[in-house]
Protein backbone atom coordinates (compact mmCIF):
# COMPACT_ATOMS: atom_id res chain seq x y z
CA UNK A 1 0.00 0.00 0.00
CA UNK A 2 1.21 3.57 -1.29
CA UNK A 3 0.89 5.88 2.10
CA UNK A 4 3.05 8.48 1.16
CA UNK A 5 1.55 11.57 -1.05
CA UNK A 6 1.94 11.43 -4.92
CA UNK A 7 0.61 14.84 -5.53
CA UNK A 8 3.01 17.28 -6.69
CA UNK A 9 3.34 20.74 -4.95
CA UNK A 10 2.86 23.39 -7.59
CA UNK A 11 6.32 25.67 -8.39
CA UNK A 12 4.33 28.22 -6.14
CA UNK A 13 5.65 26.33 -3.62
CA UNK A 14 9.11 25.55 -4.60
CA UNK A 15 11.21 27.76 -2.07
CA UNK A 16 14.31 27.50 -4.43
CA UNK A 17 15.60 30.22 -6.87
CA UNK A 18 14.69 28.88 -10.04
CA UNK A 19 17.69 29.39 -12.30
CA UNK A 20 18.49 27.25 -15.49
CA UNK A 21 21.80 25.25 -15.70
CA UNK A 22 23.74 25.05 -18.85
CA UNK A 23 25.73 21.83 -19.82
CA UNK A 24 28.76 21.78 -17.79
CA UNK A 25 32.11 23.86 -18.93
CA UNK A 26 34.11 22.02 -20.94
CA UNK A 27 37.16 20.50 -19.53
CA UNK A 28 40.15 23.01 -20.32
CA UNK A 29 43.55 21.98 -20.83
CA UNK A 30 45.00 25.18 -19.18
CA UNK A 31 44.05 25.43 -15.28
CA UNK A 32 42.88 28.48 -13.36
CA UNK A 33 45.47 29.07 -11.20
CA UNK A 34 44.07 32.56 -9.74
CA UNK A 35 41.12 32.86 -7.39
CA UNK A 36 39.40 36.38 -7.85
CA UNK A 37 36.62 36.13 -5.69
CA UNK A 38 36.20 38.26 -2.25
CA UNK A 39 32.87 36.20 -1.39
CA UNK A 40 31.63 32.30 -1.39
CA UNK A 41 27.85 33.13 -1.49
CA UNK A 42 26.80 30.21 -3.87
CA UNK A 43 27.72 27.51 -6.51
CA UNK A 44 25.98 29.43 -8.87
CA UNK A 45 28.36 32.22 -9.06
CA UNK A 46 31.81 29.77 -9.59
CA UNK A 47 33.12 28.02 -13.00
CA UNK A 48 34.14 24.40 -13.06
CA UNK A 49 37.69 26.23 -13.31
CA UNK A 50 37.21 27.62 -10.23
CA UNK A 51 36.05 24.37 -8.45
CA UNK A 52 38.90 22.24 -9.59
CA UNK A 53 41.55 25.54 -8.72
CA UNK A 54 39.77 25.39 -4.77
CA UNK A 55 40.21 21.80 -4.89
CA UNK A 56 44.04 21.75 -5.79
CA UNK A 57 44.29 24.14 -2.61
CA UNK A 58 42.01 21.71 -0.41
CA UNK A 59 44.83 19.00 -1.73
CA UNK A 60 47.27 21.00 -0.32
CA UNK A 61 45.89 21.57 3.00
CA UNK A 62 45.35 17.76 3.78
CA UNK A 63 48.22 17.52 5.43
CA UNK A 64 47.96 20.46 7.96
CA UNK A 65 44.84 18.06 9.34
CA UNK A 66 46.84 15.77 11.51
CA UNK A 67 47.39 16.85 15.32
CA UNK A 68 49.74 19.26 16.01
CA UNK A 69 50.06 21.12 12.37
CA UNK A 70 49.03 23.86 11.08
CA UNK A 71 50.01 27.05 8.71
CA UNK A 72 50.43 30.44 9.34
CA UNK A 73 48.95 31.46 5.81
CA UNK A 74 46.41 33.44 7.36
CA UNK A 75 48.29 34.66 10.63
CA UNK A 76 47.47 38.58 12.01
CA UNK A 77 43.78 37.69 10.40
CA UNK A 78 40.42 37.48 12.09
CA UNK A 79 37.57 35.47 10.89
CA UNK A 80 33.82 36.16 12.31
CA UNK A 81 31.90 32.79 12.56
CA UNK A 82 28.21 34.65 12.27
CA UNK A 83 25.61 31.71 13.05
CA UNK A 84 22.35 32.68 13.22
CA UNK A 85 20.71 29.09 12.69
CA UNK A 86 21.90 26.17 14.46
CA UNK A 87 25.26 23.95 13.39
CA UNK A 88 27.94 21.74 14.61
CA UNK A 89 29.83 20.37 11.55
CA UNK A 90 29.89 23.66 9.68
CA UNK A 91 30.50 26.23 12.81
CA UNK A 92 33.32 23.81 14.35
CA UNK A 93 35.00 23.18 10.90
CA UNK A 94 35.24 26.71 9.85
CA UNK A 95 36.50 27.61 13.35
CA UNK A 96 39.05 24.65 13.23
CA UNK A 97 39.98 26.06 9.68
CA UNK A 98 40.48 29.64 10.26
CA UNK A 99 43.21 28.63 13.30
CA UNK A 100 44.69 25.78 11.13
CA UNK A 101 45.74 28.79 8.60
CA UNK A 102 46.65 30.65 11.73
CA UNK A 103 43.63 33.31 11.77
CA UNK A 104 41.96 34.71 15.07
CA UNK A 105 38.48 33.63 15.29
CA UNK A 106 35.56 34.79 17.11
CA UNK A 107 31.98 32.94 17.11
CA UNK A 108 28.71 34.73 17.25
CA UNK A 109 25.07 32.67 17.56
CA UNK A 110 21.86 34.45 17.56
CA UNK A 111 21.16 34.98 21.17
CA UNK A 112 24.55 36.32 21.74
CA UNK A 113 24.28 39.48 18.94
CA UNK A 114 22.28 42.35 18.65
CA UNK A 115 20.13 41.24 15.99
CA UNK A 116 17.72 40.06 18.78
CA UNK A 117 17.13 44.08 19.48
CA UNK A 118 16.32 44.96 16.59
CA UNK A 119 19.96 45.68 14.55
CA UNK A 120 19.61 45.20 10.75
CA UNK A 121 22.39 42.62 9.37
CA UNK A 122 23.79 45.17 7.77
CA UNK A 123 24.57 47.32 10.41
CA UNK A 124 25.73 44.08 12.24
CA UNK A 125 28.11 43.30 9.81
CA UNK A 126 28.93 46.80 9.71
CA UNK A 127 29.89 46.85 12.91
CA UNK A 128 32.09 43.54 12.70
CA UNK A 129 33.86 44.97 9.41
CA UNK A 130 34.62 48.24 11.87
CA UNK A 131 36.49 46.13 14.08
CA UNK A 132 39.19 45.04 11.70
CA UNK A 133 37.55 41.58 10.76
CA UNK A 134 38.98 40.40 7.42
CA UNK A 135 35.85 37.62 6.70
CA UNK A 136 32.46 36.60 7.90
CA UNK A 137 31.29 33.37 7.76
CA UNK A 138 27.41 33.59 7.87
CA UNK A 139 24.49 31.25 8.84
CA UNK A 140 21.08 32.60 8.16
CA UNK A 141 17.89 31.54 7.37
CA UNK A 142 16.83 33.97 4.38
CA UNK A 143 17.94 33.39 1.21
CA UNK A 144 20.15 35.50 -0.24
CA UNK A 145 21.38 37.18 2.80
CA UNK A 146 25.00 36.14 2.51
CA UNK A 147 25.27 37.30 -1.40
CA UNK A 148 23.60 40.26 0.17
CA UNK A 149 26.26 40.94 3.11
CA UNK A 150 28.91 40.49 0.54
CA UNK A 151 27.28 43.48 -1.74
CA UNK A 152 27.77 45.66 0.78
CA UNK A 153 30.74 44.54 2.83
CA UNK A 154 34.41 44.94 1.57
CA UNK A 155 35.64 42.28 3.54
CA UNK A 156 35.16 38.40 2.62
CA UNK A 157 31.75 36.40 3.06
CA UNK A 158 31.48 32.96 2.98
CA UNK A 159 27.42 31.29 2.96
CA UNK A 160 27.84 28.61 5.43
CA UNK A 161 23.64 28.44 4.63
CA UNK A 162 20.92 30.93 3.48
CA UNK A 163 17.42 29.52 4.22
CA UNK A 164 16.83 26.80 1.72
CA UNK A 165 19.20 28.25 -1.08
CA UNK A 166 22.86 27.11 -0.93
CA UNK A 167 25.64 25.41 1.16
CA UNK A 168 28.24 25.44 -0.98
CA UNK A 169 30.55 24.47 1.20
CA UNK A 170 28.75 21.52 2.27
CA UNK A 171 28.37 20.03 -2.18
CA UNK A 172 32.04 21.29 -2.36
CA UNK A 173 32.95 19.15 0.22
CA UNK A 174 31.02 16.44 -0.90
CA UNK A 175 32.64 16.55 -4.65
CA UNK A 176 35.82 16.52 -3.04
CA UNK A 177 35.32 13.47 -1.35
CA UNK A 178 33.57 11.93 -4.43
CA UNK A 179 37.03 13.25 -6.50
CA UNK A 180 39.23 11.48 -3.32
CA UNK A 181 37.24 8.32 -3.66
CA UNK A 182 36.93 7.70 -7.28
CA UNK A 183 39.75 9.87 -8.89
CA UNK A 184 37.02 11.98 -10.72
CA UNK A 185 34.05 13.78 -10.39
CA UNK A 186 33.03 13.26 -13.77
CA UNK A 187 31.07 10.69 -15.25
CA UNK A 188 29.88 9.77 -12.14
CA UNK A 189 26.10 8.44 -11.17
CA UNK A 190 24.87 10.64 -7.62
CA UNK A 191 21.87 9.77 -6.19
CA UNK A 192 20.42 12.71 -4.08
CA UNK A 193 17.64 11.24 -1.88
CA UNK A 194 15.38 12.24 0.46
CA UNK A 195 14.00 16.17 0.68
CA UNK A 196 15.17 17.64 -2.22
CA UNK A 197 12.46 20.40 -2.11
CA UNK A 198 13.60 22.16 1.18
CA UNK A 199 17.14 21.50 0.68
CA UNK A 200 20.17 24.12 0.23
CA UNK A 201 22.66 20.73 0.16
CA UNK A 202 20.96 19.56 -2.46
CA UNK A 203 20.35 22.45 -4.45
CA UNK A 204 23.96 22.99 -4.06
CA UNK A 205 25.29 19.69 -4.57
CA UNK A 206 23.01 19.66 -8.05
CA UNK A 207 24.81 22.95 -8.96
CA UNK A 208 28.29 21.58 -8.41
CA UNK A 209 28.19 17.84 -9.55
CA UNK A 210 26.78 18.80 -12.94
CA UNK A 211 29.21 21.71 -13.55
CA UNK A 212 31.64 18.80 -12.81
CA UNK A 213 30.17 16.70 -15.31
CA UNK A 214 28.69 14.20 -12.42
CA UNK A 215 24.47 12.82 -13.18
CA UNK A 216 22.67 13.40 -11.04
CA UNK A 217 19.63 11.52 -10.13
CA UNK A 218 16.58 12.74 -7.43
CA UNK A 219 15.28 10.52 -5.76
CA UNK A 220 12.07 10.59 -2.94
CA UNK A 221 8.44 11.23 -2.65
CA UNK A 222 7.12 13.35 -5.26
CA UNK A 223 5.81 15.95 -2.76
CA UNK A 224 9.68 16.04 -1.71
CA UNK A 225 11.03 15.77 -5.47
CA UNK A 226 8.48 17.15 -7.22
CA UNK A 227 8.54 16.81 -11.10
CA UNK A 228 8.54 20.91 -11.55
CA UNK A 229 12.38 20.14 -10.40
CA UNK A 230 13.23 19.35 -14.01
CA UNK A 231 12.57 23.35 -14.82
CA UNK A 232 15.10 24.59 -12.70
CA UNK A 233 17.93 21.69 -13.17
CA UNK A 234 16.90 20.35 -16.92
CA UNK A 235 19.69 17.56 -16.55
CA UNK A 236 18.88 15.74 -13.62
CA UNK A 237 16.92 12.28 -13.73
CA UNK A 238 14.05 12.72 -11.51
CA UNK A 239 12.76 8.75 -9.74
CA UNK A 240 10.48 7.81 -7.49
CA UNK A 241 11.56 4.20 -6.97
CA UNK A 242 13.97 3.62 -4.27
CA UNK A 243 15.54 0.32 -6.30
CA UNK A 244 15.48 2.01 -9.58
CA UNK A 245 17.19 4.86 -7.82
CA UNK A 246 20.30 2.82 -6.25
CA UNK A 247 20.80 0.54 -9.07
CA UNK A 248 22.92 1.86 -11.21
CA UNK A 249 24.42 4.74 -8.84
CA UNK A 250 28.37 5.60 -8.01
CA UNK A 251 27.21 7.37 -4.58
CA UNK A 252 23.83 8.13 -2.56
CA UNK A 253 23.86 11.50 -0.88
CA UNK A 254 21.24 10.93 1.78
CA UNK A 255 19.36 13.78 2.82
CA UNK A 256 17.20 14.47 6.57
CA UNK A 257 13.45 15.75 6.36
CA UNK A 258 14.07 19.23 6.95
CA UNK A 259 10.91 19.80 9.10
CA UNK A 260 11.70 23.19 10.20
CA UNK A 261 11.96 24.65 6.47
CA UNK A 262 8.45 22.58 6.18
CA UNK A 263 4.92 24.42 5.86
CA UNK A 264 2.47 21.81 5.02
CA UNK A 265 2.92 18.11 5.24
CA UNK A 266 4.19 16.20 2.87
CA UNK A 267 3.85 13.04 4.13
CA UNK A 268 1.85 11.35 6.43
CA UNK A 269 4.37 10.26 9.05
CA UNK A 270 8.78 10.02 9.49
CA UNK A 271 7.47 6.32 10.12
CA UNK A 272 5.64 6.41 6.61
CA UNK A 273 8.74 8.04 4.78
CA UNK A 274 10.97 5.31 6.34
CA UNK A 275 9.45 2.49 5.24
CA UNK A 276 9.21 3.61 2.08
CA UNK A 277 12.60 5.72 1.52
CA UNK A 278 14.89 4.64 4.50
CA UNK A 279 18.16 3.35 3.76
CA UNK A 280 18.38 -0.23 5.50
CA UNK A 281 21.07 -2.65 4.78
CA UNK A 282 18.27 -4.85 2.73
CA UNK A 283 18.05 -1.61 0.27
CA UNK A 284 21.74 -0.30 0.49
CA UNK A 285 22.36 -4.56 -1.23
CA UNK A 286 20.24 -2.59 -4.16
CA UNK A 287 23.64 -0.54 -4.74
CA UNK A 288 26.70 -1.90 -6.78
CA UNK A 289 29.41 -3.10 -4.71
CA UNK A 290 32.21 -0.30 -4.66
CA UNK A 291 28.67 1.99 -4.28
CA UNK A 292 29.15 4.64 -1.04
CA UNK A 293 26.53 6.25 1.11
CA UNK A 294 26.87 9.91 1.88
CA UNK A 295 25.10 12.28 4.30
CA UNK A 296 26.00 16.04 5.02
CA UNK A 297 24.65 15.54 8.46
CA UNK A 298 22.98 15.89 11.00
CA UNK A 299 21.76 11.94 10.70
CA UNK A 300 18.08 11.05 11.87
CA UNK A 301 19.19 7.52 12.80
CA UNK A 302 15.91 5.54 11.96
CA UNK A 303 14.60 7.82 9.76
CA UNK A 304 16.46 8.51 6.31
CA UNK A 305 19.42 6.09 7.16
CA UNK A 306 19.50 3.21 9.72
CA UNK A 307 22.87 2.99 11.98
CA UNK A 308 24.24 -0.34 10.15
CA UNK A 309 24.45 1.54 6.82
CA UNK A 310 25.52 4.79 8.51
CA UNK A 311 28.24 3.08 10.52
CA UNK A 312 28.74 0.58 7.47
CA UNK A 313 31.21 -0.01 4.75
CA UNK A 314 29.83 1.69 2.60
CA UNK A 315 29.61 5.13 4.32
CA UNK A 316 31.95 7.84 3.85
CA UNK A 317 30.17 10.35 6.10
CA UNK A 318 33.14 10.99 8.73
CA UNK A 319 35.67 11.28 6.02
CA UNK A 320 33.27 14.15 4.64
CA UNK A 321 33.23 15.84 8.07
CA UNK A 322 37.27 15.75 7.62
CA UNK A 323 37.22 16.57 4.39
CA UNK A 324 35.21 19.65 5.21
CA UNK A 325 38.22 21.43 7.16
CA UNK A 326 40.40 20.96 4.50
CA UNK A 327 38.08 22.73 2.13
CA UNK A 328 37.10 25.59 4.25
CA UNK A 329 40.59 26.07 4.74
CA UNK A 330 40.60 26.49 0.78
CA UNK A 331 37.73 28.80 1.11
CA UNK A 332 38.74 30.89 3.94
CA UNK A 333 42.88 31.29 2.31
CA UNK A 334 41.48 31.93 -1.44
CA UNK A 335 38.57 34.52 -0.36
CA UNK A 336 40.56 36.78 1.99
CA UNK A 337 43.66 36.29 -0.55
CA UNK A 338 41.45 37.60 -3.11
CA UNK A 339 41.33 41.26 -1.40
CA UNK A 340 44.54 43.35 -1.13
CA UNK A 341 45.24 44.69 2.23
N1 LIG B 1 25.99 19.61 7.19
C1 LIG B 1 25.74 20.65 8.00
O1 LIG B 1 25.52 21.78 7.54
O2 LIG B 1 25.75 20.36 9.33
P1 LIG B 1 25.58 21.45 10.49
O3 LIG B 1 24.15 21.95 10.42
O4 LIG B 1 25.88 20.73 11.76
O5 LIG B 1 26.54 22.57 10.22
Redesign the pocket.
Given at each position: MTLILDQEPSLLTFPMVLTSLGPPEPHRMAQQDTWTKKDLTGIEELSRSEIELLFRQADQFLPALAPGKGLDLMKGRTVVNLFL?????????FEISAKKLGAEVVSINTTASSLVKGETLRDTAENIRAMGVDAIVM?HSSAGSARYLGSVLDISVVN??DGAHE?PT?ALLDAFTLRQRFGKVEGLKVTILGDILFSR?ARSNILCLSKLGAQVTLAGPATLVPAALKEAFPQVRIVHDLKEALKDCDAVMLLRIQHERQTTTHFPSLGEYTSQFGLNAERAAWLKPEAIVMH???INRGVEVESEVADGPRSVILEQVRNGVAVRMAVLHLCTGAISR
Open positions: EPSTRTRTARAGHQVPGP
